[in-house]
């Protein structure tokens, strides 16, 4: 997508656009936590908390334009996998007498530890992170409804933003411990 707005500056995304509208301590700040936090929900809760109106999937094409993010559980999967491979290899080298017996015995105890291993990171990593994308949207949807209930009383609006960026801090920082 490409805009170009009143005053002739052109923006390659919908989020550039958004981000030119923000304070530039928020607009840095939004950019930082999107370099370092390894979740698009995480970022994409954060980013309705400063009034993102765009879709989630614009975010996300941005996120991974600008920023290089590892994806650990790809990793960690495709690990599993190769060791289930080599697995699979000394059994048929000890099998076919290529391996002595307990030699193979030591080395596919060791690989099967390791693997069983990587089975447990992966699913804590997919426990804890399945469990902070329900609590993060959880609170991204009661602060989203807030803002559309008070966002025609000015009285209301600057306590709520301020009341969901202490209730953001908080939820964020008891989620990421």
Known sequence: MTTTTKKSKVYLTFVDQWLDTLPASESEE????????????????????LGYPGTFNDLSRWV???????NRREILNSEIAALHSDIQELRMAVTSGE??????????????????SHIEVSERINRSTDK??????????VMRELTNIFKDDPQFSEPIDNAMNAVWAKVYSEVSN
């Open 99 to 116: 391996i002595k017996g307990d030699n193979g015995a030591a080395r596919l105890a060791a690989l099967e530890k390791e693997l069983r």
């Open 132 to 141: 902070r994308g329900l609590i993060l949207a959880g609170a991204d949807r």
């Open 64 to 70: 991974k334009m600008k920023y290089k993010k590892l």
């Open 30 to 49: 939004f950019k930082e936590f999107a370099e370092y936090t390894p979740s698009i929900i995480e970022i994409w809760v954060y980013s309705g908390i």
